[in-house]
Every structure is written in structure tokens, then in C-alpha cells.
């Protein structure tokens, strides 16, 4: 059972709107062949949500109906939804860039052994978590055994071109800090784990993203529980910059829940904090093929300061 969090409220943070819509980022299933720590969508193995396939066929007259130029797959494990690569073959052959939020230990799942060549072939952009370049550091995070087999996978991608300078194939890693602390600089953190990852293993990346971890769900329910909640809490808000504002993700991105349903960010999704239109109680994806986002007020809360805090935090990385 999780810890009764703290109720998250709007009081302080700025209000911000949104611009023209780029992003669709999707959650397509809380399927997860990993439970971890930081995890703030509680996935795992036992989820069984997903998205249903009206919803699949909405999301594709959607990205007909608006200028998107990027679909970005998160989850759980995106690649375990049964219609994955079916809607990855349709976003690329509409000119889309296409992110896969991959753990890279499903590419060595039993059925996924194909996966790997599968994303190359289509060129998908591969942003992969691997909280750090130590093993008992991701293993403490993500389960026992998984950092040896996420440098498998990534040494399966490496050999596919992902990550090779000029191959044309984009391997990012993404990284979270261990507890209730903000990132390290994201730069010099990228070169330790350029310079570690060669050294140590041979692999080869394109870039680090840093992100900050959001004090809700699982990862809110650990601070509860060590009684640290209220000091991280603070911490992101002592580290406020206004020059973050400017680019955090959800002026161009909206998320996309499995039924459909849609948010200013994956974060608000998991808070059930609905993107608001005029006359919608709960906005949903079929709304978005009569209306446009520019100018619509974003939802926020407290929980918003971890996307402002120092080098600021995105689904892309540090903000400046």
C-alpha cells in the first residue's frame, strides 16, 4: 500500500499557457516487464491497461488534423502493447518523428528479440533509462539484474547503428537521480557517462537526459514513507528559475492517456488532472479534431517546480 500524499496545490506556481501543439506523447499500456523505484506511473509486470483500438484509430486522424511532428511512445513498456510496431510503421510513414521510451531490458524479453532491428528499420528514436553508468546504482533502482542486461541492449542497439556518429540512428539515455536530490549539470554528467560507458563496455550514445524526479506516485509515496517529502518539496522550490518557464514541455506537448483522455503532461496524467477546454469537463482526443490548444491555460500545481528547478527538467532533458 502506498503513502496518503500530501494534497499538491496551485497557489504559488506561475500560470503559463500553451503554444502551438508539436507533441503527442502517448502512454499506450501500464504493462511493464520492470517495477521501479522512481517509476511515477506505479507500472509493472501485473498492469494490464491499454489503449483500445478506437482509440489507436483516433490518435491517427489526430495526427492528420494537426501540424504534430512527433510521437512520442511511453508507458510501462510502450513495445508490449499488441499494436506497437502498427502504429510506429503509420507515424513514420506520415513523416513523423517517433520516440520510444524504452527500459532495454524488454529487448531481451522472450517474443521481443526482433525488436531491436525492428526500430532501426523505422528509424525510431530511442530515448533508454539507465539511472547510471554503476551496477549496483541501477540495480538498486530498477531490480537486480537489470543493468547487466540494459548494457546488453545497448550493445544490441550499438551494433544495429544506434548511437554511431552519422548513422542517422538517435540512442539518447536517460538519467534519475537516486533520491530526493535535483541532477547533477547535465553536460558534465553525459561526458562522465560517455567516458564510462566506452571505457568499461564499449558503448556509444548520442546524448544524456537529466530528469528530475516528480514527487508523486511511487517515487512521492517513498519520500512519504522515509519522512522526506516536505524537504524535497522545499528543495524544488528554493531551486525555482523563471527562465525555465519558457521551455518547459507542456506549452507543445499533450499526453495522452491509454483511454484516450487528455493532459498537459505526463505528470498531470497521473495526478488525474484533466487538460481543460471550454465546455469539457475531461478533454479527449476525438475534441482535438475540432479544436486547437494555443492559448489554453496549462494546469498546474505544486509539483510543477521540479520542471522549473535549477537546470529545469523535461521528457527532452535539462532546459538551459
Do not use: W
Request: aromatic share 6%; with cysteine.
Amino acid at each position: 500500500m502506498h503513502a496518503t500524499l500530501p494534497l499538491l496545490n496551485a497557489l504559488d506556481f506561475p500560470a503559463i499557457q500553451r503554444s502551438t501543439l508539436t507533441t503527442l506523447q502517448v502512454n499506450l499500456t501500464y504493462e511493464c516487464n520492470q517495477r521501479c523505484l522512481h517509476c511515477h506511473v506505479n507500472a509493472g509486470p501485473s498492469r494490464t491497461e491499454r489503449m483500445d483500438d478506437s482509440n489507436l484509430a483516433l490518435l491517427k486522424q489526430v495526427i492528420a488534423a494537426h501540424a504534430v511532428d512527433t510521437l512520442d511512445l511511453t508507458g510501462g513498456a510502450p513495445e508490449m502493447h499488441p499494436r506497437f510496431r502498427e502504429l510506429v510503421q503509420h507515424a513514420r510513414r506520415e513523416g513523423l518523428r517517433v520516440i520510444d521510451r524504452c527500459n532495454l531490458t524488454i529487448l531481451s524479453e522472450p517474443g521481443y528479440a526482433d525488436l531491436a532491428a525492428f526500430l532501426a528499420a523505422e528509424q525510431v528514436e530511442i530515448s533508454a533509462s539507465l539511472p547510471c553508468y554503476s551496477r549496483d546504482n541501477v540495480d538498486q533502482q530498477r531490480g537486480d539484474g537489470v543493468f547487466a542486461r540494459s548494457i546488453d541492449g545497448l550493445k544490441a542497439l550499438n551494433a544495429l547503428g544506434y548511437g554511431v556518429a552519422d548513422s542517422g540512428l538517435t540512442l539518447n539515455l536517460v538519467y534519475n537521480p537516486q533520491g530526493p536530490s535535483l541532477p547533477p549539470a547535465q553536460a558534465g554528467l553525459e561526458a562522465a557517462y560517455k567516458a564510462h560507458l566506452a571505457e568499461d563496455f564499449g558503448i556509444v550514445f548520442n546524448h544524456l537526459l537529466t530528469i528530475t524526479n516528480m514527487p508523486i506516485q511511487r517515487f512521492g509515496s517513498t519520500l512519504i514513507s522515509k519522512g522526506t517529502f516536505h524537504g524535497y518539496m522545499q528543495l524544488l522550490r528554493d531551486s525555482y528559475r523563471a527562465d525555465n518557464l519558457d521551455g518547459v514541455m507542456c506549452k507543445n506537448l499533450v499526453s495522452v492517456d491509454y483511454q484516450g483522455y487528455l493532459y498537459d503532461c505526463d505528470f498531470n496524467q497521473m495526478l488525474d488532472l484533466p487538460l481543460p477546454l471550454i465546455g469539457r469537463e475531461r478533454s479527449h482526443l476525438r475534441d482535438l479534431l475540432a479544436q486547437r490548444l494555443e492559448g489554453n491555460p496549462i494546469v498546474t500545481r505544486d509539483h510543477c517546480f521540479a520542471c522549473t528547478a535549477g537546470q529545469g527538467s523535461s521528457c527532452g532533458g535539462a532546459l538551459g
